[in-house]
């Protein structure tokens, strides 16, 4: 069974960067559409990024992320990036990684197959 581990997450100021990862230890990611969620306290999980499988040629973005935020794959490397720029104290959430083996472009949470633990973004001063 395909699982998924998130990682990068941690404490930043506003303005500030991280980058996530998501891997499938002994999988193929290639083969997988993958998504990018988080969730803060007291509110629903939300989709923020998705990319399509294979060569990542289909990109989804929220707009709360859009111009902020840039999802892309390395295949050779079997991993999903999510990086985050000019973070803001909002986006301070678990954010989880999600995978689903299709030629789509899954963009809700029901969408998707499997699922990582998290990984905790703090965005404070």
């Known amino acids: 069974q395909l699982q998924l581990v998130e990682s990068g997450g941690g404490l930043v100021q506003p303005g500030g960067s991280l980058r996530l990862s998501c891997e499938a230890p002994?999988?193929?990611?290639?083969?997988?559409?993958v998504g990018w969620f988080r969730q803060a306290p007291g509110k629903e999980r939300e989709g923020i990024s998705s990319?399509?499988?294979?060569?990542?040629?289909?990109?989804y973005y929220a707009d709360s992320v859009k111009g902020r935020f840039t999802i892309s794959r390395d295949n050779a490397k079997n991993t999903v990036y999510l990086q985050m720029n000019s973070l803001k104290l909002e986006d301070t959430a678990v954010y989880y990684c999600?995978?689903?083996?299709?030629?789509?472009?899954?963009?809700?949470?029901?969408?998707?197959?499997?699922w990582g633990q998290g990984t905790q973004v703090t965005v404070s001063s």
């Open positions: 990319i399509s499988s294979h060569d990542g040629s289909n990109t």
């Open positions: 002994g999988f193929s990611l290639a083969y997988y559409a």
């Open positions: 999600a995978a689903r083996a299709t030629a789509f472009l899954p963009t809700s949470a029901t969408e998707y197959d499997y």
